[in-house]
């Protein structure tokens, strides 16, 4: 049997769906056959792991309906019952024409092309002048903005992901396209960049996707059907097709199931080749010799979903002293240990290992992928904690740096400073415990830690962490109301509404922003707390009383005279059920009062605090400003 | 012979019909699944099964069982 048949016929005898994806592993350069995908649905099918519903809409200005026999496929994959709905051919700009309302999808897919957001792509553009460069990117980016403002209207709430096709020949120069200085690639790539510029500050929820990468994942030669472009205006081959139906399922994919935020490494032929604690530091496989040099590069691939915010933690069956030697002396190792959110360097069960990792990092177990090399540890984590991802390491040393490129949780929606900061958040959380445990007085501790809060204000330039933390935060939430970006964008535009939110430096470094509050009704005299929030990882050296009190000046300042709040109990938040009592609010009829203005709050004494006011000179600051000084 | 149980597997595979509404003599017009976009899937369910590949023409003219019969027998017959 060929390896893919033998792949194949390992998928369908697997019981889990999980099972079936690994023996499909890897997917690149894997195009089945219809009766195969066939077979493989009606197996996922009845494996009795009932996939989730999620509704996509297609809009094209090309055909898309080949796409079709690939969806239910690549959906039950991951876990997911995809329906389909195709918008008329052409139709992509209709107010709410495109049936997109009715549908209400999960995602809607914009499948465009260039010259559909501007005339004058169709033609060469090398010899455009710079000015007429920018002209015609600046309409074409305007032209995107009619279509997804149109779209966003019919479907509020929908993930909208924008595609551009590939260019089906090589650029307009030939070969020395990249040596001109204005040429055709050149032009593409500033229009991408615009677009994605554009859907960031302007679009929520919208994102896109670049294509020309899954040009370059296929190869261009096998990506195209010029039979069925020529013919059917069908782009795509039927390996392009099913790359292009997989690449878009991630997202949906993301969008149902829980991110993966930590991915759990084993140590010996894992991270490196051999056993540590028999080939000793120095006979492990790691370095620029085969198969040293594929270990390596695994470990250079790992640091890339660290800049994705996800962490990586290590478990590994070993002597704890051997590992550190490895991790703190060995010339050709690159995760050191301040690249680990957590370590398990012992002899204990997995499973509990794992447990306790989620305990440590605060995080689910289902938003932990594991990998490890040996069969025996995967099955039984796969057996006792079915929610965690077990990926096996492959066998063959040359495969190892492509363990994790077929992930679909490890892919992000968006990235913000926070994420790409997260390891070193909790490498320093790591030394605060320590130097905790050092210092005999509690109060001293935290005036070794020399805080600092900066509070800001209504920060359109924080509105993308504030949207996740109303998201994600679980435990000190007092009230756990989940909002949008469109939401929070409202509530700063608004002048009832207060949007505040929180970072803290001490000595060890700087955590991001970790809290937000949401108070409504500044206008009149009574103000709501409509959401307060904060990331664990702060709790317990006064930012949540710092912050508070804060939000009371604040509101005081501005005519305020009381401040009514609410605890909603979850299964998640009973850590902050006496939050409010333990601030000095009264409880009647299940609110919380205190009069305006507080006293200050001892308990927050450690801390330093300033307070970030908008700057942009919009109405918004004007109206602030008379409220201020009245 | 058995090419044309695997072509009604295919056909019925890629309408998501019941394989026995094809028979010797079916033609694109018997089947309302077999529509166009139904026709290139089919196309293309060919060519990844015999290991053959058509060219647009050929595509447009293989719309019936026989006709699809009787380009596999020649285009499959040993050398």
């Given amino acids: 049997m060929t390896p893919v048949a033998e792949r194949f016929q390992k998928a369908l005898t697997a019981t889990s769906r999980a099972d079936v994806l690994a023996a499909l592993r890897p997917r690149r350069a894997t195009a089945l056959g219809p009766l195969e995908i066939n077979r493989l ?58 049936g997109t309302e009715d549908a209400k999808p999960d995602m809607a897919c914009f499948f465009l092309r260039a010259e559909d957001l501007h005339p004058a792509l169709r033609d060469p553009v090398s010899a455009l002048s710079d000015e007429a460069r920018a002209t015609v990117v600046d309409e074409a980016v305007a032209q995107l903005d009619n279509i997804l403002s149109s779209f966003r209207r019919a479907s509020p709430l929908a993930l909208g992901v924008v595609t551009l096709l590939p260019p089906m020949h090589g650029p307009e120069l030939g070969q020395f396209d990249a040596m001109a200085g204005e040429s055709s690639g050149d032009l593409r790539s500033q229009l991408k960049r615009r677009i994605a510029k554009n859907l960031r500050e302007k679009h929520a929820a919208v994102l896109f996707d670049d294509l020309d990468e899954l040009a370059a994942e296929v190869g261009r030669a096998t990506l195209f059907d010029p039979r069925l472009w020529f013919s059917s205006r069908f782009p795509w081959s039927v390996a ?10 991630r997202y949906a994919t993301v969008l149902k199931y829980p991110r993966a935020k930590v991915i759990v490494l084993d140590a010996d032929n894992t991270l490196w080749g051999g056993i540590v604690g028999e080939d000793g530091p120095d006979g492990i496989a790691l370095g620029p010799e085969y198969p040293g040099s594929a270990f390596v590069a695994f470990q250079r691939r790992l640091l890339d979903f660290q800049q994705r915010g996800i962490l ?8 704890p002293d051997d590992v550190a030697e490895v991790l703190r002396d060995h010339p050709h190792q690159l995760l050191r240990e301040s690249h680990f959110a957590a370590m398990r360097v012992n002899w204990e069960p997995k499973i509990d290992n794992l447990k306790s990792l989620a305990k440590e990092l605060n995080l689910g177990l289902d938003s932990f992928v594991c990998v490890d090399d040996s069969p025996h540890e995967c099955f039984q984590v796969k057996q006792q904690l079915p929610q965690v991802t077990v990926v096996a390491a492959p066998q063959q040393p040359v495969e190892i740096p492509w363990t994790l490129d077929d992930i679909p949780s490890l892919e992000i929606l968006s990235l913000t400073h926070e994420d790409r900061e997260r390891t070193a958040m909790y490498v320093q959380e790591r030394q605060r415990k320590q130097l905790a445990t050092r210092s005999t007085d509690y109060g001293q501790y935290l005036g070794s830690l020399e805080m600092e809060m900066t509070v800001s204000l209504d920060d359109r330039r924080h509105l993308q962490r504030i949207v996740q933390l109303t998201q994600k935060t679980n435990q000190f939430n007092l009230t756990t109301r989940r909002y949008l970006e469109t939401d929070i964008e409202r509530m700063i535009e608004h002048p009832d509404w207060l949007v505040a939110d929180f970072s803290l430096t001490d000595v060890f470094g700087d955590s991001g922003i970790v809290g937000v509050a949401l108070v409504n009704g500044l206008r009149g005299t009574t103000a709501e707390v409509d959401t307060l929030l904060m990331s664990c990882r702060v709790i317990g050296r006064g930012a949540e009383t710092a912050f508070l009190q804060t939000i009371l000046d604040e509101c005081a300042q501005r005519g305020v005279q009381r401040i009514r709040a609410q605890y909603l109990p979850t299964r998640m938040n009973g850590l902050v059920k006496d939050y409010w009592p333990r601030h000095e609010f009264a409880e009647s009829d299940g609110w919380f009062h205190a009069d305006l203005p507080h006293r200050a709050f001892s308990e927050a004494s450690a801390i330093r605090v300033t307070v970030v006011r908008p700057t942009s000179g919009g109405s918004r600051a004007a109206a602030r400003a008379s409220v201020s000084s009245s | 012979m058995h090419q044309i149980e695997t072509v009604k597997d295919l056909m019925a595979a890629t309408f998501g019909i019941e394989s026995d509404r094809i028979g010797a003599q079916t033609a694109q017009f018997d089947i309302v699944e077999w529509d166009s976009v139904g026709h290139l899937n089919l196309m293309l369910s060919l060519e990844q099964t015999f290991g053959v590949t058509l060219d647009v023409e050929q595509m447009t003219q293989l719309t019936s069982v026989p006709a699809i019969l009787q380009y596999l027998e020649a285009a499959c017959r040993p050398q």
């Fill in chain 1, 312 to 319: 990586l933690a290590m478990c590994s069956k070993n002597n």
């Fill in chain 1, 240 to 249: 392009g097709a099913q790359a292009l139906v997989r690449r878009l399922v």
């Fill in chain 1, 41 to 98: 649905v009606a197996h996922l099918r009845q494996l009795g792991e009932p996939p989730v519903a999620v509704k996509l809409v297609l809009l094209r200005t090309y055909t898309t309906d080949l796409l079709k026999t690939y969806w239910p496929l690549e959906g039950l994959l991951n876990g997911l019952d995809i329906s389909v709905y195709e918008a008329p051919y052409g139709v992509i700009h209709e107010e709410g024409g495109a």
